[in-house]
């Protein structure tokens, strides 16, 4: 019984999806729903890209599990944001995206962020209606993650390894980790950043460039 209902539940989230889609690719707008561990640096790596993309209207739909604290941050930084607290619940869903989503100027918008709750299991069962996932991983989570949580990985168009400027301090093979990521995605493309040395954010900004107004599907 209970598989059935899991069943149904996941059905209406996909069939919501759908509409999301649809009323993103009416808009030209393309949307990345950002998946992580929390502490991974999301909210910052939006922060610190907001300045590169200044020439872009960019939305960024923050779910956390009760604070407003991302969103606010990313206001600060230049680009729209609308919060979604889950009230506990660990990831969001496409009904939750919907409602946020009008909160938003969509028809000006050329990219839309969905930041989702910090959390690498169950958000990568639950479609947004994005074009794109990015998982985001910080070095600090250590070297096993990607094997450890593949699912994320297998899913993601792009993988951003997070938080380079402390790879002196850390016992972390980059190299191994990479060959990791491409054993279990072969496609994926994958950026390494700092938020704090800047390394990588002009790679992955430009990226961000190339597949905004429409250009969402894979780059
Ligand atoms: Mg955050
Ligand atoms: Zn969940």
Redesign the pocket.
């Known amino acids: 019984m209970k598989v059935i209902m899991e069943k149904d539940l996941l059905r209406a989230n996909t069939d919501q999806a759908e509409q999301n889609r649809e009323l993103f690719n009416k808009n030209n707008v393309s949307v990345i729903n950002m998946i992580s561990s929390p502490g991974s640096g999301?909210?910052t790596l939006l922060e610190k890209s907001a300045d590169s993309l200044r020439d872009y209207n960019i939305g960024v739909v923050?779910g956390?599990l009760y604070t407003a604290r991302?969103a606010e941050r990313i206001e600060k930084a230049g680009l729209h944001a609308v919060q979604v607290n889950t009230e506990g619940m660990c990831h969001l869903n496409s009904s939750m995206v919907a409602r946020a989503v009008k909160e938003l100027p969509l028809e000006q918008l050329d990219l839309l962020f969905i930041?989702n709750v910090?959390n690498l299991v169950c958000p990568v069962n639950f479609d947004l209606g994005e074009h794109t996932r990015v998982a985001v991983l910080s070095i600090t989570e250590g070297i096993d993650k990607p094997s450890k949580y593949p699912g994320i990985f297998r899913d993601a168009g792009t993988t951003v390894i997070n938080k380079i400027d402390l790879l002196p301090h850390l016992d972390f093979d980059l190299d191994t980790c990479i060959n990791e990521i491409k054993q279990i995605n072969t496609g994926t493309n994958i950026f390494v950043t700092s938020t704090t040395t800047k390394e990588g954010l002009d790679e992955w900004c430009s990226w961000l460039k190339s597949i905004t107004k429409g250009n969402g599907q894979e780059a």
Do not use: I, Q, S, Y
């Open positions: 999301k909210t923050v956390d991302d930041e910090g």
